[in-house]
């Protein structure tokens, strides 16, 4: 009878268990069905740290980014500018707009640093701190835009059509996810703008036309408090709306030592940026893994053999040279991947540049998937050139050395010898005083 009562409990745990789980953690099969289908219109998930793209859905379609067409904007105030540097916002019709109609609500005159308009772009979307940003970068709107298209040409985005800085004056901007991900990359490369997109909250201090005035994410699902789109995986990022496009948003999630950039663009309805974003955390997350290959590898390099001897060092005895690699250089693996899947080829030149004796390729299921530079340690090597004529082995470092010791030597043997010196008088009067006590004691 208890039997049965447990058997009955279990069972209606089981179904209570799956009523409850998070709607938002769709699982990594179902994306296939869910999310391709209706959740977005394009899709692309990169590797920050190697760029490689683990997931892409119509990464080429042009779609208009709404808000995303800031990060652009962000890019080019980051590079161009420093985060100390004093803005004195224009006397811009755009400023006097009505209060109700600003993000950030910037006033004409107003004196405000970079650092600021930037932490008013990413967290609040401000479109009155990007065209602050704009005309204090170029003067104007268009000549910034040029910026724009300049920068994002020479990253490598090849779909985008930038049209302005800002939701007001970027009517016709066309991008990508493809292109969002290297400008994504690109970011993430810079402090500041990693430092903007982890923080919750941010308060622009005093200037001289403004209290202070607190900002907060304009991001869902980094907020605990929000049980709906909360997700622990997440760094930070930044969204995008729009009527025409629908919701638009880049994200950034770390995982076992992986960081991915997350771009989904054309969700109807909008909403559905985090769940789809959560969706492709756990796909991406649950299909790759983390491995570091050149952890313990070791170059077996025969003295007779080595390249680095025989055409850039001659008429040298020496021990053989120190080779090694960057063994903190990561690639993502395939979970439950087969070891004998990657493989190692280290290719020698000729003659070092430098320090650089070589490269090293890595291979996983016959496509290169990194490679990193071969170093040497020079100071275990004697090149020709410090050798003297005489065929002599040592170095004038070593040289030097010996005479050094030679030195020490000599005045630690002088030292002694002033001891022993100032010793023996010492020990003669020592005598002469003894036996004069026992003289005396005698009589």
């Known amino acids: 009878m208890k039997r049965k009562y447990i058997f009955c409990f279990l069972a209606v745990l089981l179904v209570l268990t799956q009523i409850f789980t998070p709607t938002a953690m769709v699982l990594a099969d179902d994306i296939a069905t869910e999310g391709d289908a209706s959740n977005f219109e394009s899709a692309v998930v990169i590797d920050i740290s190697t760029g490689k793209i683990l997931y892409e859905k119509n990464a080429d379609k042009q779609i208009y980014p709404a808000g995303l067409m800031k990060l652009m904007t962000g890019l080019v105030a980051i590079e161009k500018t420093s985060s100390t540097e004093k803005v004195k916002v224009s006397n811009n019709e755009f400023f006097s707009e009505t209060p109700g109609s600003l993000d950030v609500v910037l006033h004409p005159g107003e004196e405000i640093s970079i650092r600021d308009l930037l932490f008013a772009l990413f967290l609040k979307s401000g479109d009155d701190a990007a065209l602050a940003l704009a005309e204090h970068i170029s003067g104007s709107v268009s000549s ?14 090849t779909g985008s059509v930038w049209k302005g800085p800002n939701n007001y004056y970027g009517d016709g901007t066309l991008t990508t996810a493809g292109d969002l991900a290297i400008i994504a990359k690109e970011l993430y490369s810079h402090p500041l703008f990693r430092s903007i ?91 790759y893994t983390r491995v570091y290959p050149l952890r313990g590898y070791t170059f077996d390099v025969n003295i007779d053999e080595s390249v680095i001897i025989d055409n850039y060092f001659d008429r040298v005895e020496h021990s053989l040279p120190y080779y090694y690699v960057n063994e903190d250089l990561a690639i993502n693996v395939d979970s439950g991947y087969d070891p004998s899947d990657i493989v190692l080829n280290p290719v020698m030149y000729t003659k070092p540049s430098g320090s650089k004796a070589g490269v090293m390729e890595i291979y996983y299921k016959g496509s290169k998937a990194a490679e990193t530079d ?70």
């Open 374 to 443: 071969i170093e040497i340690n020079i100071s275990s090597v004697y090149p020709e050139d410090y050798l003297k004529g005489d065929g002599s082995t040592a170095t004038d470092a070593d040289k030097d050395k010996d005479s050094a010791d030679k030195k020490i030597r000599s005045v630690l043997m002088y030292m002694i010898l002033i001891v022993i010196g100032l010793m023996i008088p010492i020990f003669v009067i020592l005598l002469i005083a003894l036996k004069k006590t026992r003289g005396s004691k005698k009589k």
């Open 197 to 287: 997109i982890e923080s919750d909250t941010y308060t622009i201090p005093a200037t001289n036309k403004s209290d202070p005035r607190e900002l907060w994410q304009d991001n869902r699902m980094k907020y605990k408090a929000n049980t709906d789109f909360y997700n622990p995986l997440h760094i930070g990022g930044k969204v995008g709306y729009s009527e025409l496009g629908g919701g638009c948003f880049l994200s950034f999630a770390e995982n076992r030592g992986m960081t991915i950039a997350c771009i989904v663009m054309g969700c109807k309805p909008s909403e559905e940026i985090y769940s789809s974003t959560s969706a492709l955390y756990e796909k991406v997350f649950n299909q």
């Open 144 to 157: 910034f835009t040029d910026e724009m298209s300049k920068l994002s040409e020479k990253i490598g985005c």
